[in-house]
């Protein structure tokens, strides 16, 4: 491996993604409110302090942490990172990501929990896969991070759509971190979409009103409506928690694309001083970006 083009956009991408979970946190489960949050607040539906990220963050700290150790995706090493990151702060968890992490404890192989926990709770197509997904856009090149979201989506996700946004979102990712545009980034995941549900909504995002919801779609949709019509992080990252629903996870979302399209500069310096931990979080950030493919 070497020095992704850009390491700068790589960090930001990751420290983006937790501003967004940690803007978004307090605000998860309730309807828009009608007074715009731009600041860190304590609180929310779990009792937290100001700026304390949530399992989005812990997750994609544990696949960027995987990648870096493994200098790959390695399936084996990446779920025992998240099963430990489960145990720590299970009430964080959704229920298909919850449900995968048991049947793994209790012996279910790897590659094959995620089939059984969809089998189990008839669905998959929750936002968790999707989330936590970006360290792979940082960390691996466009001709490459589409086979690499949808293996790492698999193992939480049955369902297939949750994978495409993923892919989606991480091509965006990729390519803003080795130096495209937002929209040059948007076309090449436009072209590169193999599912038709996916590319029906995120490749025509204008057509549809931003939906702040569980399903990983929706999710997808939300944060990428907010990115793309956006002028700066700040503006993007706003939006996005300020439609409520899951507010932590489109504000991960969409931080994460903010983060790949403006770089360190563009983060508020209001919002690092929040959050919490926030000198781990960016260790783990710039050594990701530093290993990552160009």
């Not at 828009?32 to 949050?37: E, N």
């Not at 944060?223 to 629903?245: H, Q, Y």
Request: charged letters at 20%.
């Amino acid at each position: 491996m070497t020095f992704i083009s850009d390491h700068v956009r790589g960090s930001a991408a990751i420290i983006g993604l937790a501003i967004g979970d940690a803007l978004g946190a307090p605000l998860e489960g309730f309807p828009a409110s009608l007074k715009r949050v731009t600041d860190m607040l304590p609180g929310g539906r779990h009792p937290r302090t100001k700026g304390e990220v949530t399992d989005d963050t812990l997750q994609a700290l544990a696949v960027a942490a995987s990648l870096t150790a493994c200098r790959r995706f390695d399936p084996d090493d990446l779920m025992a990172r998240l099963v430990a990151a489960y145990l720590d702060n299970p009430q964080w968890f959704g229920p298909t990501s919850s449900a995968v992490f048991d049947l793994v404890r209790s012996g279910v192989p790897v590659h094959t929990a995620a089939a059984v926990a969809h089998e189990r709770l008839g669905a998959g197509r929750s936002n968790g896969s999707v989330m936590r997904g970006f360290p792979l856009g940082v960390f691996y090149a466009p001709g490459s991070v589409g086979t690499m979201s949808i293996a790492c989506s698999r193992l939480t996700h049955y369902d297939m759509v949750a994978a495409h946004c993923s892919v989606w979102l991480n091509l965006m990712t990729s390519a803003m971190c080795r130096g495209s545009t937002r929209e040059t980034a948007f076309r090449q995941a436009y072209a590169a979409c193999q599912n038709d549900d996916v590319f029906l909504m995120l490749g025509h995002y204008k057509d549809y009103p931003p939906d702040p919801s569980l399903d990983a779609l929706l999710c997808a949709h939300a944060a990428l409506s907010c990115f793309m019509d956006a002028g700066s992080f700040e503006d993007a990252v706003i939006s996005a928690v300020n439609l409520g629903g899951d507010a932590d996870t489109v504000g991960a979302c969409c931080g994460a694309l903010a983060g790949a399209c403006w770089g360190m500069d563009a983060i508020p310096e209001r919002w690092m001083k929040d959050l919490v931990d926030y000198a781990r979080i960016s260790s783990v950030a710039w050594e990701l970006a530093r290993v990552g493919e160009e």
